[in-house]
């Protein structure tokens, strides 16, 4: 496996497997790999001749108070289970090398990224959109894959590719949950025994919503009530809850299959996210 | 030649050289190809294998007051100067396949963009980064080749290219003039006899500027003076005139070689620009 720290060696790498005639997939992360990760590997492996994974904690992501410096660093461990799982090679560049002390160029995208995490989080989604252009270019993938953990993550950066023509093909693959129902996070470490039996409250919520498609309900705002006194009982915080438009993440008021819902709360400090589609 | 009109067959087409170990050559343009673009493709041609030009009016880039409806428009002849001139293939697209109706995502610079001709058209930068940065995603070129007649755009694009990684190389071009020193513009088409007359006033003024450097002058913000005064007797309408680092764009107050002078003016209705490098 080959650990490349710069753009350059890169972009040389993933060109000279393309000369050599074979696909590649890349997972962008930033690192403290679960299980979550893997699977994404695994996907990539599935469509792909060789996989990259970039391992990078992207500062221009985090807002002014959030948990950038604290945000979990595990290499080693990453390196390991990439070479496990028979990735090619893996990114891991510094963040002096990834933006230039003027930097002056990004990507926005102000059509999906109001709301939802996009309101809690301003300029979020922008930093998202462009590391993950920048990560595009630099490895030169032929198909990405994202988790649909980040539902609106990976819907803004499918737009992103429509909008920009990246020359590459986004995989979002399935939320992989631990046996009690709890969607992985590298942030579920910070979690305290009492916290974490209160995130279960965010599968539940969703498993409400679609207990309410099967049985016919129609009353959108009626089931998002009921989702977010489910999480407010499980003595989370609740920051959204809410059943979209699986593309344009608008709010529906009448409840459909196909819809998607989306909940996020604190437990204590950590901020949890989760979704399904209905 | 290739005339080709929808961006994945383009990337098709692109990526196909790639295969066969080709490089291409990138020369973006509105089209109304005059003796300026053709030096670009000139120039594209001796760095690259093949060269495709783009011919695209990109309404993002003009302004609800500009020329978008009236910019010259002359396909068959540019297909015609291509073809003669040995391009091996032209994208040429429709705005609608271009942009979504809902497109959402785009490319923005906040470091060089702020003043000269951004300060007088105000999202234009924006609008340019934009759509060179899908037509990279589109046309995938090895090199691409901007005028230098377009000096802040070169500039902007060429950090766009460093801080979102593309994988290509940008140049730059000289300026093509007529004889009496009027640089080539599609919107010299505009201009009536008269005018034409006082368009000669730009190059003259920064005539003034070299000269100042040759005899030693340092007052920067004087020799500004002058080339104002110089334009505004040649009948123009002055929108900037400008002496600045060649790289950040920001203003100088002590004149020195190395550095470039820029002069944006009005000749009747129709605007002007023109540079040089002292």
Chains 1, 2 share one sequence.
Not at 125 to 145: E, M, Q, S, Y
Not at 167 to 185: C, M, N, Q, W
Not at 242 to 265: C, F, H, K
């Amino acid at each position: 496996m080959e650990v490349i720290i710069t753009p350059e060696e890169m972009q040389g790498w993933s060109r000279q497997q393309h000369r050599t005639g074979l696909t590649v997939g890349l997972v962008p992360t930033m690192g403290c790999l679960h299980e979550g990760h893997l699977s994404l590997i695994d996907t990539a492996a599935t469509r792909c001749d060789v996989v990259v994974v970039s391992l990078f904690v992207n500062p221009t992501q985090f807002g002014p108070n959030e948990d950038f410096a604290k945000y979990p660093r595990t290499v080693e461990e990453d390196l390991a289970r990439c070479r496990e799982r028979g990735v090619a090679a893996v990114f891991l560049p510094q963040a002096a090398v990834m933006y230039a002390g003027d930097a002056s160029v990004s990507v926005v995208e102000e059509g999906l990224s109001g709301r939802w995490c996009g309101a809690s989080r301003p300029g979020h989604f922008n930093g998202v959109c462009t590391v993950v252009a920048k990560l595009f270019n630099i490895a030169l993938p032929d198909v990405a894959v994202f988790g649909q953990k980040d539902y609106q993550q990976a819907a803004i950066i499918k737009r992103m590719v429509r909008d920009l023509n990246f020359p590459l093909e986004v995989v979002v693959a399935p939320i992989i949950r631990d046996d009690d129902g709890l969607a992985k996070s590298s942030r579920n470490g910070y979690l305290s025994v009492a916290e974490r039996e209160m995130g279960l409250g965010l599968s539940r919520a969703l498993g409400l919503a679609r207990a309410a498609v099967a049985t016919g309900e129609s009353d959108a705002g009626e089931v998002v009530r009921r989702m977010r006194q489910h999480l407010t009982e499980a003595g989370l915080r609740v920051d959204y809850v809410g059943i979209a438009d699986v593309e344009t993440l608008e709010p529906v008021s009448v409840l459909a299959a196909g819809q998607v819902a989306l909940v996020a709360a604190y437990a204590g400090k950590t901020r949890l996210i989760d979704n399904t589609i209905l």
